[in-house]
Structure formats: structure tokens, C-alpha cells
């Protein structure tokens, strides 16, 4: 079994910045992808990044340049992804969800992340 925990989001100010984690365990096997969406009140959940096994990293163009995805695997199967928030904005403002691909899709529970002065 698969499971996906997420670090506490939080209220930030425009402006500031946010570092989300997601830790991964259970029985993984081949990871292909991880990464995080996120869900705005009455909106879609949409891609925010990913990156690959491979490190390929991918974005949304709203999220360039100021956010970051990086991973760490270690040898005990525990997998982390991260995902620095800089200079953030009011429209960052959504759930944030984990994600991971191996032979099928994985997703955390989400968290809240509120950029408001």
C-alpha cells in the first residue's frame, strides 16, 4: 500500500514564500513521476509541477520562475518531493495536492495554502 503524507501548508503573505513536502512510502515500485496539482475553489485541479525519475521537470507556466521542484529518494523506499513557493500571489491561493505516477496514479490528501495579507 501506497502512502502519500504532506507537510501543513499554511497563510502566507503576497510576496512571501512556502516550501511543501510530500513523503512517499509503502510498497513503491517504479516511480515514473511525482509532482503536485492544486484546486482552487470552483476551479479544475491543474498541473503546478513535476519532475521525473529522470529529473525532468515540468511547469505551469503560471508557477515559472517561482516555484521549484526538487526530490530526494533514499534507500529505505521512502520517497520525498518537494516544492519551494516563492514571491507568492493571491491566486496561488488553492489545495495542494501530491502526486505520484507509477503503474497507476496516487494522490495526497491535500493541503490548504492562502497567500492574503
Known amino acids: 500500500q501506497v502512502r502519500l503524507v504532506e507537510s501543513e501548508g499554511g497563510l502566507v503573505q503576497p510576496g512571501g514564500s512556502l516550501r511543501l513536502s510530500c513523503a512517499a512510502s509503502?510498497?513503491?515500485?517504479?516511480?515514473?513521476?511525482m509532482g503536485w496539482y492544486r484546486q482552487a475553489p470552483g476551479k479544475q485541479r491543474e498541473l503546478v509541477a513535476t519532475?521525473?525519475?529522470?529529473?525532468?521537470?515540468?511547469?505551469?507556466d503560471s508557477v515559472k520562475g517561482r516555484f521549484t521542484i526538487s526530490t530526494i529518494s533514499r534507500d529505505d523506499a521512502k520517497n520525498t518531493v518537494y516544492l519551494q513557493m516563492s514571491s507568492l500571489k493571491p491566486e496561488d491561493t488553492a489545495v495542494y495536492y501530491c502526486?505520484?505516477?507509477?503503474?497507476?496514479?496516487?494522490w495526497g490528501q491535500g493541503t490548504q495554502v492562502t497567500v492574503s495579507s
Open positions: 502526486y505520484l505516477k507509477t503503474f497507476r496514479d496516487y
Open positions: 519532475i521525473s525519475i529522470g529529473g525532468t521537470t515540468n511547469y505551469a
Open positions: 509503502g510498497s513503491i515500485f517504479s516511480i515514473n513521476t
